[in-house]
């Protein structure tokens, strides 16, 4: 890329040549993403965390790596280069959220409210 | 270095939100493709929300815990992530024109997502064996197809990158194969992401 890269928008997973800091993004990026996979792995699998706890930390951790690869693999930044990126990501991060939650909100109520169902129905 | 160069240009050229004028084709591109992504995702948040819905609801079938294998998953965890650091790498090498570099990280994130894919397709034949199959349960239907749905777009990314190793080899890295190259390694990193959020959700908390 060249002097003036700097007065644009920046997209995501654009590489910038100024230094060898993107072999090392990646490879830090690397480091962070296996550390937190093995950390969700240990405490799904083991009882390092408090039982009800553990879909807390599970979900934490999975927000951790998903933001490890935003930044360091994407490359997304907090600069005003980057604020359509970020817009468009927060955009698409509320309509899971809402699509997700909603749902998951909207079927529990109706289980709640179902009526007690005889067992031997034909499935 | 952003904020110096806000401090030293006047108001109409500061970096970001258009200020510099038109935007080069690379980052209209990227971002056109990353637009796409993020609706990928909303598709993909739809089947999320049915298996989240759906997972309890085994019909008297084999649950989770049962047909899932860690160790399995944390090898095609290992691939994917590893696959796609060579991918990162392997924009890089293309960005700097150093083609026979390219070549052979591109090589790597083939045969690791080969690699995956084959594990992942093994699995599935063996539930279907083991009639854990997706017609089984609602809780197998909505596995099948979160599950699936990643696989395909990891096949379709694999065929996408042997063309664009074959667009390299006979275009060279020109500046149009460098966007396509771009927008490539842009799917290839959603698709981990998308995965982080499939063994969160599936594996880690359907095999406790």
Known sequence: MDGDDRLYDRAPGVEHLESTANVLSYTVGLGFAILLTIASFVVSQTNFLWGPGVPVGLIVLAFAQIGVHLVFFLHLGSG?????????????????????????WIIANLNANMMPMPVHLPR | MTIATVDAVPTELV??????????????????????????????????????????RTA???????????????????????????????????????????????????????????????????????????????????????????????????????????????????????????????FWHALDIIWIGVITLVYLMGAR
Request: glycine share 12%; hydrophobic share 50%.
């Open chain 2, 15 to 56: 970096p970001g939100r258009g200020g510099g004028g038109p935007a080069p084709t690379r980052t209209v591109v990227a971002y056109g493709f990353w637009i796409f992504i993020l609706s990928d995702i909303t598709m993909f948040s739809g089947l999320f929300a049915a298996y989240a819905v759906l997972s309890s």
């Open chain 2, 60 to 186: 008297g079938g084999p649950t989770g815990n049962e047909v899932f294998n860690l160790r399995h998953v944390f090898i095609e965890t290992a691939c994917l992530l590893v696959s796609s650091y060579t991918c990162g790498l392997g924009a890089l090498s293309a960005e700097r024109r150093q083609r026979d570099r390219f070549l052979v990280f591109a090589a790597c994130t083939f045969v690791l997502g080969a690699a995956f894919l084959f594990i992942e397709i093994s699995e599935f034949a063996g539930m279907v064996r083991a009639d854990a199959g997706p017609g089984r349960s609602a809780f197998l239907s909505a596995f099948f197809a979160l599950v699936g749905m990643h696989g395909a777009h990891v096949t379709s990314g694999l065929v996408w990158l042997a063309y664009m190793v074959a667009q390299v080899v006979v275009k060279g890295l020109r500046p149009h194969v460098l966007r396509r190259l771009l927008c490539f390694s842009l």
């Open chain 1, 80 to 104: 005003p280069d980057n604020t359509n990126n970020i817009l468009a990501l927060a955009f698409g991060l509320m309509v899971v959220f809402l699509v997700i939650t909603g749902s998951v």
